[in-house]
């Protein structure tokens, strides 16, 4: 499904606004991760891309922890924003814009928006009553909690009474609008079980939901009541359109959504997905937007098959992970070990084994070895065929010319786990190949030929299977097109012009016998388990 849009060849993708009660855990570099891949796939392909990242900054959770701390709310939100920048950068992501919710252009916006829907009559003042996870930074049906009064999702926290004044957003007055929409348009919430739950919920009748509240102070005043305090996720989910604004634009809504709108993709957990599917275009209806195009709700990562979460504090440390293993390490892990949509596990010592198998063996020595007998047999340390003499069928020839197709469906599907496998069976692939083949032996009979047309298709596929990497393992897949004789850095497209076009680059047969190879060397390092694990 091509969900660029066609007519202005742009591609915007949002990953949540992280709260900033805590350091990032293992579980928003997921997503970040995730968006960060499929962003760089799209420039791949010559779209202009805006990721956009950020985070989420008001609210009692933040208030209460920066209390608990002793902190003034900004200050705490600077410094905990601050992890999440350099999270990013550690792992490599490459987002066009961070919003944090505190910026005063984000208030302009809020603002604006707020007066569009309060002109559509959507706003008004009722009493709330119910219990509140304030983890959640949601109400609950008393029927979803577990016993002691628990959060189902934050199964260690308490919901908390309340009983208070609040304006209300209209909610229910669009239930017919938000049903005829999401039959109109059946793709917006993905993967289908994540849709069926919306489904659910939806048809058991929609209810009108509290947008302010009192007694809390740390968030934007209600525009037209400043005793109350916005909702945080009222405010957070607009950060979203504040992101859009140029740095030099008059903050206005109409400038936020001039060129990017409506976005093309909200990429978020399956915790959070009534926000992003049914309050948020609800909103976007009352406020007379188009609606984005597609919300995808991956799953949860657990820790040794335990759930993991900021609030259960089993985290996995990302910057420990990343220092230690480094980032095309754990953005590999987590894309090809696990189906996005569903949850999945972060285990040690099957984290070493896939990186070794994978990375170390399957793609490093297969490289390695390669230029080596390359060096070995072949004179200047240059091949002299090119594709025009391999036959269709040879047999990683006949792969890794439909390779392409499948690569891009899986990745705009966004089954990570599935475009990876698929590149996989071509390096496993050549793999065998070269064994079956056994250069070594061809070239004591002195069958020079023979040898070479080995020795380019097994170079081809690694070359190949780098590219249609290169999304998920960026600094890998430009180390291998180095030795492979090209000086393309995959961490520096430019904007303007692709150095590396997924037209060409994704086919079979680019390398030629003008290639300078450059010097063999081991592309990931084998990881040795530590002796304790
Ligand atoms: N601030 C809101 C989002 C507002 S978007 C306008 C929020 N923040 S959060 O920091 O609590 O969560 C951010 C994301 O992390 C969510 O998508 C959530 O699903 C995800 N995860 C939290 N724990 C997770 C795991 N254990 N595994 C995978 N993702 C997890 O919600």
Same mark, same amino acid.
């Given at each position: 499904?091509?969900?660029?849009?066609?007519?202005?060849?742009?591609?915007?993708?949002?990953?949540?606004?992280?709260?900033?009660?805590?350091?990032?855990?293992? $579980?928003?570099?997921?997503?970040?991760?995730?968006?960060?891949?499929?962003?760089?796939?799209?420039?791949?392909?010559?779209?202009?891309?805006?990721?956009?990242?950020?985070? /989420?900054?008001?609210?009692?959770?933040?208030?209460?922890?920066?209390?608990?701390?002793?902190?003034?709310?900004?200050?705490?939100?600077?410094?905990?924003?601050?992890? &999440?920048?350099?999270?990013? /950068?550690?792992?490599?992501?490459?987002?066009?814009?961070?919003?944090?919710?505190?910026?005063?252009?984000?208030?302009?916006?809020?603002?604006?928006? &707020?007066?569009?829907?309060?002109?559509?009559? /959507?706003?008004?003042?009722?009493?709330?009553?119910?219990?509140?996870?304030?983890?959640?930074?949601?109400?609950?049906?008393?029927?979803?909690?577990?016993? $002691?009064?628990?959060?189902?999702?934050?199964?260690?926290?308490?919901?908390?009474?309340?009983?208070?004044?609040?304006?209300?957003?209209?909610?229910?007055?669009?239930?017919?609008?938000?049903?005829?929409?999401?039959?109109?348009?059946?793709?917006?919430?993905?993967?289908?079980?994540?849709?069926?739950?919306?489904?659910?919920?939806?048809?058991? $009748?929609?209810?009108?939901?509290?947008?302010?509240?009192?007694?809390?102070?740390?968030?934007?005043?209600?525009?037209?009541?400043?005793?109350?305090?916005?909702?945080?996720?009222? /405010?957070?989910?607009?950060?979203?359109?504040?992101?859009?604004?140029?740095?030099?634009?008059?903050?206005?809504?109409?400038?936020?959504?001039?060129?990017?709108?409506?976005?093309?993709?909200?990429?978020?957990?399956?915790?959070?997905?009534?926000?992003?599917?049914?309050?948020?275009?609800?909103?976007?209806?009352?406020?007379?937007?188009?609606?984005?195009?597609?919300?995808?709700?991956?799953?949860?990562?657990?820790?040794?098959?335990?759930?993991?979460?900021?609030?259960?504090?089993?985290?996995?440390?990302?910057?420990?992970?990343?220092?230690?293993?480094?980032?095309?390490?754990?953005?590999?892990?987590?894309?090809?070990?696990?189906?996005?949509?569903?949850?999945?596990?972060?285990?040690?010592?099957?984290?070493?084994?896939?990186?070794?198998?994978?990375?170390?063996?399957?793609?490093?020595?297969?490289?390695?070895?390669?230029?080596?007998?390359?060096?070995?047999?072949?004179?200047?340390?240059?091949?002299?065929?090119?594709?025009?003499?391999?036959?269709?069928?040879?047999?990683?020839?006949?792969?890794?010319?439909?390779?392409?197709?499948?690569?891009?469906?899986?990745?705009?599907?966004?089954?990570?786990?599935?475009?990876?496998?698929?590149?996989?069976?071509?390096?496993?692939?050549?793999?065998?190949?070269?064994?079956?083949?056994?250069?070594?032996?061809?070239?004591?009979?002195?069958?020079?030929?023979?040898?070479?047309?080995?020795?380019?298709?097994?170079?081809?596929?690694?070359?190949?299977?780098?590219?249609?990497?290169?999304?998920?393992?960026?600094?890998?897949?430009?180390?291998?097109?180095?030795?492979?004789?090209?000086?393309?850095?995959?961490?520096?497209?430019?904007?303007?012009?692709?150095?590396?076009?997924?037209?060409?680059?994704?086919?079979? $047969?680019?390398?030629?016998?003008?290639?300078?190879?450059?010097?063999?060397?081991?592309?990931?390092?084998?990881?040795?388990?530590?002796?304790?694990?």
């Amino acid at each position: 499904m091509n969900l660029v849009n066609k007519t202005k060849n742009t591609f915007a993708l949002t990953t949540p606004l992280y709260y900033v009660n805590d350091v990032p855990h293992v $579980g928003s570099a997921y997503t970040t991760m995730a968006a960060d891949v499929l962003a760089r796939f799209h420039r791949l392909l010559g779209h202009e891309v805006l990721l956009i990242t950020g985070t /989420d900054e008001h609210g009692q959770k933040i208030q209460r922890s920066a209390e608990s701390l002793g902190k003034a709310p900004q200050e705490f939100c600077d410094q905990i924003s601050a992890g &999440f920048y350099s999270l990013w /950068d550690l792992l490599n992501i490459k987002y066009d814009r961070f919003i944090r919710t505190t910026s005063p252009r984000h208030e302009a916006i809020v603002k604006e928006f &707020f007066e569009r829907v309060w002109a559509a009559g /959507d706003i008004y003042q009722g009493q709330q009553k119910g219990w509140y996870c304030v983890s959640c930074e949601e109400f609950k049906e008393e029927r979803e909690l577990l016993e $002691g009064n628990l959060c189902p999702i934050h199964t260690n926290k308490q919901v908390e009474w309340r009983d208070e004044q609040n304006y209300f957003f209209r909610l229910s007055k669009y239930q017919t609008q938000l049903e005829d929409f999401y039959q109109s348009q059946p793709d917006f919430i993905q993967p289908e079980s994540r849709r069926n739950e919306v489904m659910n919920f939806v048809n058991q $009748g929609l209810q009108d939901f509290s947008i302010s509240r009192v007694n809390v102070d740390w968030g934007f005043p209600v525009p037209v009541d400043a005793k109350h305090t916005l909702y945080v996720w009222f /405010d957070a989910l607009l950060g979203y359109v504040t992101a859009l604004l140029e740095p030099e634009a008059e903050t206005t809504l109409e400038n936020a959504l001039a060129k990017w709108w409506p976005i093309n993709l909200h990429l978020i957990g399956k915790d959070i997905l009534r926000f992003h599917a049914v309050y948020w275009p609800a909103m976007l209806m009352s406020a007379d937007l188009p609606l984005p195009q597609r919300v995808f709700g991956h799953g949860f990562l657990t820790k040794d098959g335990q759930k993991m979460g900021k609030s259960l504090g089993n985290t996995v440390d990302p910057v420990a992970l990343v220092q230690q293993y480094g980032s095309d390490a754990v953005r590999y892990y987590f894309l090809k070990e696990i189906e996005f949509g569903k949850d999945g596990d972060f285990n040690e010592v099957r984290f070493i084994n896939v990186l070794n198998a994978d990375l170390a063996n399957d793609l490093g020595n297969l490289l390695n070895r390669t230029l080596n007998m390359v060096k070995k047999y072949c004179a200047n340390y240059a091949l002299s065929i090119t594709n025009e003499n391999i036959t269709d069928d040879n047999p990683l020839k006949a792969i890794g010319v439909n390779l392409e197709q499948k690569v891009q469906k899986s990745y705009e599907s966004l089954a990570f786990n599935q475009a990876c496998e698929v590149v996989l069976s071509l390096v496993q692939a050549s793999n065998k190949f070269i064994d079956d083949q056994a250069p070594w032996t061809l070239y004591k009979q002195g069958k020079q030929q023979e040898v070479e047309k080995v020795l380019y298709a097994v170079l081809e596929s690694v070359r190949l299977a780098a590219y249609l990497l290169s999304p998920v393992i960026p600094n890998i897949s430009s180390d291998i097109y180095r030795q492979l004789g090209w000086e393309i850095d995959f961490n520096q497209q430019p904007e303007s012009a692709v150095t590396a076009p997924f037209a060409t680059h994704s086919q079979w $047969g680019l390398l030629s016998n003008k290639q300078q190879l450059g010097q063999p060397q081991p592309i990931f390092k084998r990881i040795e388990p530590a002796k304790n694990s």
